[in-house]
């Protein structure tokens, strides 16, 4: 074989899959996924380690696959990961460890993402379980948000000997694993539900429905439920708009709002009693991993889909593998385009939508260059669905009910990176409810961070 060139990993059929919300990606079977692990050259410097926020033992790992060891390959990940088979899927490898990778310099990196993918389905299949505490501390340690960062930080703490609660607002844990992406890049069932079982086995508690800043808040957890410490990782759900004429028309959504009723509440699925637009022509603004979920899942719900961008393919923040996805399914990608008005009937549904085209100037404080209008390029978009996905920022309800909670002007926590310490004793924080909306794995750092500053602070204490 040749080991400059990774091993291809099997997918569902473009036509076949534009139709319906099985998984894309269907992953390396033992015999691919030991010839790509072969393709590792072992670094003793291993840069791809580095290049992972969670800082698993990729080498290590790689090298049990080797071997054929697949169950202590799964051991060495969970040492530093609780969601491996989330990771294997949805992390933007390419610029993390991949990124990094030696092998990568001439040739293509090692696909560590899809092995590690491999590792964490296979240990599903075969009931193997991460292993669990030595010791019990015998303190309690609430954690609010069961989303990535939540739940590694509820991990980590259940693995040091930690009592932990979660509590999470909706009726089913997971948070943005469970809203926001969709069931054809991360299966709910078969993956995220089963990754929160093994965060279960290692002690975590679990409790849904519970609206902390509502029902309870943060000094009553620490004053009244005897917890000694608090992690936030409530995430970002408030979303975004761009602030035109006609964005309260019928017809109009978040992708957040769209995203939710699909995933979450199985509006993809006839049976479930979930109402989603079936549109015939969409639009989604933004050009993020989220625009991209939304378009894909309002094609395979049947529509004509467009993704609008003021920029071009070259600054699309979403992942490449999604934009190529993407464009396989048919979605039409107007570039260099900018929304100026949403247009509606006398009943207020969506008829369309103007645009002006834009052209690139210098950059900006992004580094990306400067989207500008183009003079006299206005032009109408015949449509019934805009979907809007320009991001998202922390719902504010559980810093205003708790005193002492320092916040930024875009009303994210103020919280040490290297330990999720915030400005109020005993409160952690990571996530985007700091960061504002990002990735999962980056929370997933956050929440590790914070694990290690709850354990520092209270073995001092």
Not at 38 to 57: D, E, F, L, S, T
Not at 265 to 274: P, V
Not at 424 to 440: C, I, L, M, P, S
Request: charged share 25%; aromatic share 4%; with cysteine.
């Amino acid at each position: 074989m040749d080991v400059l060139t990774k091993v291809p990993v099997r997918e569902q059929d473009a036509k076949e899959r534009a139709a319906n919300f099985e998984e894309v990606c269907l992953g390396y079977n033992m015999e691919e996924a030991q010839a790509e692990a072969a393709r590792c050259i072992n670094c003793k410097n291993a840069q791809c380690i580095k290049g992972c926020p969670v800082a698993i033992n990729i080498p290590a790992f790689i090298e049990k696959v080797k071997e054929g060891n697949i169950e202590e390959a799964y051991q060495i990940i969970s040492e530093a990961s609780a969601l491996p088979a989330v990771c294997g899927r949805v992390c933007p490898q390419e610029t993390q460890c991949e990124g990094k990778c030696i092998r990568g310099i001439k040739g293509d990196p090692i696909s560590i993402g899809k092995l590690e993918r491999f590792v964490a389905d296979w240990a599903r299949e075969n009931g193997i379980k991460p292993n669990g505490p030595k010791e019990k501390k015998g303190k309690k340690v609430a954690v609010i948000g069961s989303g990535p960062a939540g739940l590694t930080c509820a991990g980590d703490l259940a693995k040091m000997g930690y009592e932990v609660t979660v509590f999470e607002a909706l009726h089913e844990p997971g948070g943005v694993l469970v809203y926001g992406i969709p069931e054809f890049r991360l299966p709910k069932q078969d993956v995220v539900a089963k990754e929160i079982e093994n965060v279960k086995a290692l002690g975590v508690k679990i409790e849904t429905n519970v609206v902390v800043g509502k029902s309870v808040t943060i000094d009553e957890l620490i004053q009244e439920e005897g917890f000694e410490a608090v992690f936030i990782g409530s995430g970002a759900g408030l979303p975004k708009f761009m602030g035109i004429p006609g964005e309260n028309s019928n017809g109009v959504f978040s992708a957040n709002e769209y995203l939710t009723r699909s995933n979450l509440m199985k509006a993809f699925d006839e049976n479930s009693g979930t109402p989603i637009m079936h549109s015939r022509k969409v639009a989604v603004v933004g050009g993020g991993n989220v625009a991209m979920d939304a378009a894909r899942t309002a094609l395979r719900l049947g529509a004509e889909v467009h993704i609008v961008y003021r920029r071009s393919e070259e600054e699309l923040p979403a992942r490449v593998e999604e934009v190529h996805h993407a464009k396989e399914e048919g979605i039409i990608f107007d570039l260099l385009t900018n929304p100026t008005e949403i247009l509606a009937d006398e009943k207020g549904w969506v008829t369309g939508m103007k645009c002006i085209r834009m052209e690139l100037g210098e950059p900006d404080a992004s580094g990306r260059r400067r989207p500008v209008e183009i003079p006299g390029s206005e032009f109408t978009m015949e449509l019934d669905t805009v979907i809007m996905s320009l991001g998202t920022s922390p719902n504010p309800l559980i810093s205003s009910t708790t005193e002492g909670l320092e916040i930024n002007k875009w009303k994210c926590i103020v919280a040490e990176e290297a330990n999720g310490q915030t400005s109020k004793e005993g409160v952690y924080a990571g996530g985007d409810a700091v960061t504002g909306a990002a990735t999962v794995i980056l929370a997933m750092g956050a929440g590790k961070a914070a694990a290690k500053g709850i354990d520092e602070y209270l073995s001092g204490k």
